[in-house]
């Protein structure tokens, strides 16, 4: 089939019935449920995007092997301008939702795509897991479909092994093996956009300790798998909120839920690994996902940083206050935050590594610096949102008082901004700027930069000791050499 249509994509939500809960119902059409309405027609807008001619080449490629077109992100690039290609997908799916979806399809297909071509390492623990990786990531890009993941053990005692929690099987595990499958229980977090989904993937980051072999699986299953249950967080918008008082949180929320497995069968052609500490700690750096998805983690991460920016910058002109010296100083920073981004984003392309079969990653030091630098970054343009809109975020009135007759000649008289600026506009730029950094939405947005890549402090602890074990320190090893004052060396 290959790339498919916003249509196509709805098509396969109605079909399904997964077991959704949403604030104490069961939801009975996850199509119709007004809090998935927007988010669907987002996704269903980024599967267009892959038919208009207008950026058709720049983010599908024809596959040699299936002879379809594609979306780039199942490309395994095999040059730089792969990753150009690859880049453009992450580009314009960004784009067209301001970097606010970090889960958008290309995510997780760069997941997969790059689990599979680097899945020669699992053939050494059991050559089945490999190949069924191999034939899932044929599946998924083959019919186009959009997963979600869950990857972290719910937040129960983190000071504690999943072998040492309460309950055997509070954290995700085996519970059997079948002739059909594998039966597992318990609970993963936190898949974002899950009832939206087609697919559900699970895996984890490293950290099993011996003991958790029953934990240490990867697989995906389809969304409404029987026994699978989608517990939804509560939503930050009700799908009824008017899109000129919430020009983003009415549109762009991703539903964040907790996957509940009530013996839920894993049919073995669906089983990527199982029963091994090694292995499971070993595919986050041996399967390529520590620098795969980063790329585009980055590219979002720099559209959302530069919207943010964006929003800043003309909340300050609106009401004139971009005058003043602090003003200034705070924007510059804003601006100076996104060129990082992007010069640390071109810089991976350019410094590009090379695996022995001839796959190319963005390369990893300025990949992590992203990684390290935008739970920061983040969070700061959005307290210089706060700073510079001050108490201008908090007066503005509704789109129902902008129809009042009775209100609209105080509205257009005293809400209005610098000259050229009507209350109108006004308004409604506050109410954007509001929606990222006053309303549970963009509470979300922030969190989302700090935490969507694993916890940062650790990260970047992984990230200094690599560097302390690889580099040889060879400035200050020479600096320590003792040269007379002809700068001749006397000892080395
Ligand atoms: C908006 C949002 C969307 C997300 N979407 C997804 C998704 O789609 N799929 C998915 O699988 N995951 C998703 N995540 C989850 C994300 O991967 C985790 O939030 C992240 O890995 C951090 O784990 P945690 O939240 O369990 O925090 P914890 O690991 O519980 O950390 C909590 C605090 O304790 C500290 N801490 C915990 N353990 C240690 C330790 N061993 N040493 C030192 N300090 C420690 C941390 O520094 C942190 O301050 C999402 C998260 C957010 C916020
Ligand atoms: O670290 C990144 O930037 C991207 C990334 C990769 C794999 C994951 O499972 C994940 O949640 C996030």
Same mark, same amino acid.
């Given at each position: 089939?290959?790339?498919? /249509?916003?249509? @196509? ?15 104490? #119902? ?29 950026? @058709?080449?720049?983010? /599908?490629?024809v ?5 379809? &077109? ?16 690859? #880049?453009?997908?992450f ?11 970090? &889960? ?10 790059s ?21 899932y ?23 504690k ?14 519970v ?8 597992? #229980? ?8 899950a ?38 967080r509560?939503?930050? @918008? ?32 669906r ?14 750096p ?17 559209i ?27 924007l ?19 410094e ?33 949102? @706060? ?10 009135? /509704?789109?129902a ?24 506009? #006004? ?8 929606d ?34 690889k ?13 007379? /004052? ?7």
């Amino acid at each position: 089939m290959g790339i498919r /249509t916003g249509a @196509q994509y709805i098509e396969g939500v109605k079909s399904r019935n997964p077991e959704v809960w949403l604030a104490g #119902r069961r939801v009975s059409n996850v199509y119709e449920e007004p809090v998935f309405q927007a988010p669907i027609h987002q996704i269903a807008k980024l599967y267009d995007l892959q038919h208009d001619p207008k950026v @058709q080449e720049k983010i /599908t490629h024809v596959c040699a092997e299936s002879e379809e &077109r594609v979306s780039n992100a199942f490309l395994v690039p095999k040059s730089y301008q792969d990753l150009e290609a690859r #880049r453009g997908t992450f580009e314009e799916f960004a784009k067209a939702t301001y970097g606010l979806m970090g &889960r958008t399809p290309d995510f997780l297909n760069v997941v997969v795509t790059s689990m599979a071509s680097n899945s020669e390492f699992l053939d050494k623990y059991n050559p089945e897991w490999g190949r069924n990786i191999r034939n899932y990531y044929k599946y998924i890009r083959d019919n186009d479909l959009f997963l979600t993941h869950a990857i972290i053990n719910p937040q129960n005692d983190r000071s504690k092994a999943s072998h040492e929690q309460q309950d055997m099987y509070t954290h995700l595990g085996a519970v059997k093996e079948t002739p059909e499958g594998l039966v597992v #229980r318990g609970a993963k977090m936190l898949a974002t956009l899950a009832p939206i989904t087609d697919e559900v993937i699970v895996y984890s980051f490293p950290g099993f300790k011996p003991g958790d072999e029953r934990y240490a699986l990867a697989f995906a299953l389809p969304i409404d798998t029987p026994g699978l249950r989608i517990i939804c967080r509560e939503a930050m @918008q009700d799908g009824k909120r008017s899109v000129y008082d919430h020009p983003l949180a009415s549109r762009f929320e991703e539903m964040d839920a907790v996957l509940v497995f009530n013996d839920v069968l894993v049919p073995w052609d669906r089983v990527f690994l199982y029963n091994n500490v090694e292995a499971a700690n070993l595919l986050y750096p041996k399967a390529g996902i520590a620098q795969q998805p980063a790329h585009q983690s980055g590219v979002r991460g720099l559209i959302k940083l530069q919207f943010a920016t964006e929003v800043a910058c003309k909340i300050a002109d609106s009401i004139g206050v971009d005058v003043y010296l602090n003003v200034q100083n705070d924007l510059g920073e804003l601006v100076q935050s996104v060129e990082t981004i992007r010069a640390l984003l071109r810089v991976a392309e350019y410094e590009h590594e090379v695996t022995a079969s001839g796959e190319v990653m963005p390369a990893y030091a300025p990949l992590e610096t992203i990684r390290g630098l935008l739970p920061t970054m983040y969070p700061r343009a959005i307290e210089v949102m @706060q700073i510079i809109g001050a108490g201008g975020l908090l007066m503005s009135p /509704t789109d129902a008082d902008f129809e009042n007759p009775e209100l609209r000649g105080d509205l257009d008289r005293y809400y209005v901004g610098k000259e050229g600026v009507p209350s109108e506009d #006004r308004v409604h730029l506050f109410k954007l700027a509001w929606d990222l950094c006053g309303e549970a939405f963009g509470q979300r947005l922030l969190q989302y930069e700090r935490y969507y890549t694993g916890d940062p402090i650790r990260k970047r602890a992984i990230f200094y000791n690599n560097f302390k074990r690889k580099d040889s320190f060879e400035l200050v090893e020479d600096a320590l050499k003792i040269y007379d /004052t002809k700068n001749e060396l006397i000892n080395n």
